[in-house]
Nanobody
């Protein structure tokens, strides 16, 4: 069982930066791939980024590649999403998720989800 709590969301102007954190409980965190997804009002949940359980492989949606960076600290049971050059279209609720299997862009591969943190980017 893995419980996830996101933090770090907020309101930022376009071009600004935010760093999201996702704190996990459970001793098996280091054996889970982690992902970030987001959902804007009226839209489906979409993949943002994922990282392997060792942290040696990362994956990004084309829309955030070059602007967002996913990382993890297994000693702290935490995964991060550094978001730079934010755009109004990045506005969404951001969720972290854990998968006891290889990292994936499909939300169906993730067994555990946090409650989400709101990110709002003003133009």
């Amino acid at each position: 069982q893995v419980q996830l709590v996101e933090s770090g969301g907020g309101l930022v102007q376009a071009g600004g930066s935010l760093r999201l954190s996702c704190a996990a409980s459970g001793r098996t965190f280091s054996r889970h791939a982690m992902g970030w997804f987001r959902q804007a009002p009226g839209k489906e949940r979409e993949f943002v980024a994922a990282i392997s359980w060792r942290g040696d492989n990362t994956y990004y949606a084309d829309s955030v590649k070059g602007r967002f960076t996913i990382s993890r600290d297994n000693a702290k049971n935490t995964v991060y999403l550094q978001m730079n050059s934010l755009k109004p279209e990045d506005t969404a609720v951001y969720y972290c998720a854990a998968a006891p299997r290889p990292a994936s862009s499909s939300p169906y591969e993730y067994d555990y989800w946090g409650q989400g943190t709101q990110v709002t980017v003003s133009s």
